[in-house]
T-cell receptor
């Protein structure tokens, strides 16, 4: 099965700085890579995703990059704000499978 | 409602008790997933339904875990003879897409189970 590893487990940044979270995956058949944000006491919420036919996707302050050869993908948050503080999860999925495989999460703290 | 609704939000059970967790997905969503999230960990897959059919139950940790979605909408996750290691948040998610597609997963807020 797929194995998704995520680093770092915790990350603290000053407000306005950038934050980068990295994930690796093991199964080359995975072709869909979403990122979820989970606030305390809530369920994960999709913030951005990328499919294997593109290398980068951006949505305002959030961007995701994908390196299929190296089997890793990263989340980039620029101009961080206190409301970005949450736990972020990466995930991987194959198109012919039903399971999403999640990383272990990164707790991001943005210091005002 | 507009989102995925789960109940109860919190459940405390004595070891050996049976529990039932309910998920009401977004109306019209074909796919329904149950995930288990231990403290400080990512969600771990339990089972998947496409409409009323349980197509994948490979993630259920033991035969004490049972899930159903008899009419293709509301789903119930039942845990029999609960053990302390069952303590976790149980997340339900639904998606408009069928399993072969990569539609967005919409998660509920979860049911936090504590087994004493």
């Amino acid at each position: 099965g797929e194995n998704v590893e995520q680093h770092p487990s915790t990350l603290s940044v000053q407000e306005g700085d950038s934050a980068v979270i990295k994930c690796t995956y093991s199964d080359s058949a995975s072709n869909y890579f979403p990122w979820y944000k989970q606030e305390l006491g809530k369920g994960p919420q999709l913030i951005i995703d990328i499919r294997s036919n593109v290398g980068e996707k951006k949505d305002q302050r959030i961007a995701v990059t994908l390196n299929k050869t190296a089997k890793h993908f990263s989340l980039h948050i620029t101009e961080t704000q206190p409301e970005d503080s949450a736990v972020y999860f990466c995930a991987a999925k194959q198109s012919d499978g039903d399971q999403f495989y999640f990383g272990t999460g990164t707790s991001l703290t943005v210091i005002p | 409602g507009a989102g995925v609704s789960q109940s109860p939000r919190y459940k405390v059970a004595k070891r050996g008790q049976d529990v039932a967790l309910r998920c009401d997905p977004i109306s019209g969503h074909v796919s329904l997933f149950w995930y288990q999230q231990a403290l400080g960990q990512g969600p771990e897959f339990l089972t998947y339904f496409q409409n009323e059919a349980q197509l994948d139950k490979s993630g259920l940790p033991s035969d004490r875990f049972f899930a159903e979605r008899p009419e293709g909408s509301v789903s119930t996750l039942k845990i029999q003879r609960t053990q302390q290691e069952d303590s976790a948040v149980y997340l339900c998610a639904s998606s408009l897409a069928e399993s072969g597609n990569t539609g967005e997963l919409f998660f509920g807020e979860g049911s936090r189970l504590t087994v004493l």
